[in-house]
């Protein structure tokens, strides 16, 4: 599942993961991303952080609240240290800073399947 | 009162910052980028325009708000023949053809806001960790208007606004494509002052 407010990222990370995964959803917002989490429990969620509505990291908080086992790596163009610990502590599995290139995304993406 | 070392303080931040966006916008580019400019003023904001030396007639801005211990605003400004070959470049071939009045499509402009994005990320992640504090940003909102409504509209985002601004501009160019792209740094004076305080 992909949750990105932009929609050049959105089709940029569906172009990326085509080759090897289904995208079952993708949401505009963190609020967008939580309803659709309930719904399709996806195997694995690319999180932006910077949205309206809802920001990613507590997109990420609520999600993991209530699926402890949740798989959301962060993808996002915030590199500060006290995001990327703020994004750990929420749950989040991993965290891809933009601009990234496709094969960092998807070997993230195939490690964490695989854990 | 904003003081020198406070200047040249923001100017050492800045210059760390630009470095960050050239790498960022070479890596999304694959192409060289340089920069032209890296300067720190403090400017009458009417004179911003001429202070940052940009008149084209019509640009696009890209305007970030940020909040936290150190408070302000970036505005990044593309000519329109720039945005429309950035964008192409980072859409390659995904993109989709304006509508008719539209300088951008939907999908161009969505692109050129990500580039706004990750500017200003690269900006504000240098501040941030330098303070050791986390500073949270807005999505990018996109306006296409005269250079001054450009920086007026951006300013009037702003939460403080005075008749002068600390402006730190950078001007980056990707060579081979001839695009120039102008970032304007807007930090709070108020609490940028408090911020560089407590730092002595």
Redesign the interface.
């Given at each position: 599942m992909l949750v990105d407010d932009s929609k050049f990222m959105r089709a940029l990370l569906k172009k990326v993961m085509a080759s090897a995964h289904n995208i079952v959803g993708e949401a505009e917002n963190g609020v967008e991303a939580v309803d659709m989490y309930e719904q399709l429990s996806p195997d694995i969620v690319l999180m932006d952080i910077v949205m309206p509505h809802m920001d990613g990291i507590l997109a990420t908080s609520n999600i993991v609240g209530k699926h402890p086992d949740a798989k959301i790596i962060m993808c996002t163009s915030v590199g500060q240290d006290e995001k990327v610990k703020a994004a750990i502590k929420a749950g989040a599995r991993g965290y891809i800073t933009k601009p990234f290139q496709g094969p960092s995304v998807l070997k993230e993406v195939e490690s964490l399947l695989g854990q | 009162m904003i003081g020198m070392e406070t200047l040249r303080e923001l100017k050492r931040l800045g210059d760390q910052s630009a470095e960050m966006v050239v790498e960022?916008l070479a890596?999304?580019t694959a192409m060289e980028v340089v920069m032209e400019v890296s300067a720190v003023n403090l400017a009458e904001i009417e004179q911003i325009p001429a202070t940052i030396g940009i008149t084209d007639d019509a640009m696009i801005g890209l305007f970030v708000r940020f909040t936290g211990e150190l408070p302000g605003s970036v505005l990044t400004m593309l000519s329109i023949p720039s945005a429309q070959k950035l964008a192409d470049i980072?859409?390659a071939g995904?993109g989709d053809e304006p509508s008719d009045g539209d300088v951008l499509s939907?999908?161009q402009q969505?692109?050129v806001?990500?580039i706004g994005?990750?500017i200003?990320?690269?900006f504000?992640?240098v501040w941030?960790?330098e303070f050791?504090?986390?500073?949270?940003?807005?999505?990018p909102a996109f306006v296409c208007d005269y250079v001054p409504s450009v920086i007026d509209s951006a300013l009037a985002r702003a939460s403080e606004k005075g008749d002068f601004a600390v402006v730190f501009n950078s001007a980056i160019r990707i060579t081979d494509q001839g695009i120039d792209c102008h970032i304007l740094v807007l930090p709070d004076p108020d609490k940028m002052q408090m911020m560089f305080d407590s730092m002595e």
């Amino acid at each position: 599942m992909l949750v990105d407010d932009s929609k050049f990222m959105r089709a940029l990370l569906k172009k990326v993961m085509a080759s090897a995964h289904n995208i079952v959803g993708e949401a505009e917002n963190g609020v967008e991303a939580v309803d659709m989490y309930e719904q399709l429990s996806p195997d694995i969620v690319l999180m932006d952080i910077v949205m309206p509505h809802m920001d990613g990291i507590l997109a990420t908080s609520n999600i993991v609240g209530k699926h402890p086992d949740a798989k959301i790596i962060m993808c996002t163009s915030v590199g500060q240290d006290e995001k990327v610990k703020a994004a750990i502590k929420a749950g989040a599995r991993g965290y891809i800073t933009k601009p990234f290139q496709g094969p960092s995304v998807l070997k993230e993406v195939e490690s964490l399947l695989g854990q | 009162m904003i003081g020198m070392e406070t200047l040249r303080e923001l100017k050492r931040l800045g210059d760390q910052s630009a470095e960050m966006v050239v790498e960022s916008l070479a890596e999304m580019t694959a192409m060289e980028v340089v920069m032209e400019v890296s300067a720190v003023n403090l400017a009458e904001i009417e004179q911003i325009p001429a202070t940052i030396g940009i008149t084209d007639d019509a640009m696009i801005g890209l305007f970030v708000r940020f909040t936290g211990e150190l408070p302000g605003s970036v505005l990044t400004m593309l000519s329109i023949p720039s945005a429309q070959k950035l964008a192409d470049i980072m859409l390659a071939g995904m993109g989709d053809e304006p509508s008719d009045g539209d300088v951008l499509s939907e999908m161009q402009q969505s692109a050129v806001e990500e580039i706004g994005n990750i500017i200003t990320s690269s900006f504000i992640d240098v501040w941030a960790n330098e303070f050791t504090t986390a500073l949270t940003q807005t999505p990018p909102a996109f306006v296409c208007d005269y250079v001054p409504s450009v920086i007026d509209s951006a300013l009037a985002r702003a939460s403080e606004k005075g008749d002068f601004a600390v402006v730190f501009n950078s001007a980056i160019r990707i060579t081979d494509q001839g695009i120039d792209c102008h970032i304007l740094v807007l930090p709070d004076p108020d609490k940028m002052q408090m911020m560089f305080d407590s730092m002595e």
